[in-house]
């Protein structure tokens, strides 16, 4: 079991940006792959990024491809996500999770909020 506390969110107007951090612990973080989730009202939670344990490549949905980077630090045992040119469509909570054999944990965190206006 991983815990994992996610933070960053904010009130934003379109086209600007927000970093968010995922700090994980419970488990050796290098050993994981991570993805960002996301979850609007009223739509189900999507698989919005996700970082590979061993090669580091990543995978975006379409809709964030060239705006969003996900990232990580073995370091400091946190995932990031950076977004650009944000959109309202982009409002939602996000969450981070491990994945395991694509498959991501039982256990989530409380998400942060972004909120994008226009």
């Known amino acids: 079991q991983v815990q994992l506390v996610e933070s960053g969110g904010g009130l934003v107007q379109a086209g600007g940006s927000l970093r968010l951090s995922c700090a994980a612990s419970?488990?050796?973080?290098?050993?994981?792959?991570m993805a960002w989730f996301r979850q609007a009202p009223g739509k189900e939670r999507e698989n919005v990024a996700a970082?590979?344990?061993?090669?580091?490549?990543?995978t975006y949905t379409d809709s964030v491809k060239g705006r969003f980077t996900i990232s990580r630090d073995n370091a400091k045992n946190t995932l990031y996500l950076q977004m650009n040119s944000l959109k309202p469509e982009d409002t939602a909570v996000y969450y981070c999770n491990t994945l395991s054999r694509g498959r991501p944990s039982d256990y989530w965190g409380q998400g942060t909020q972004v909120t994008v206006s226009s």
């Open positions: 970082i590979n344990w061993s090669t580091g490549s990543a």
């Open positions: 419970g488990r050796t973080f290098s050993t994981l792959s």
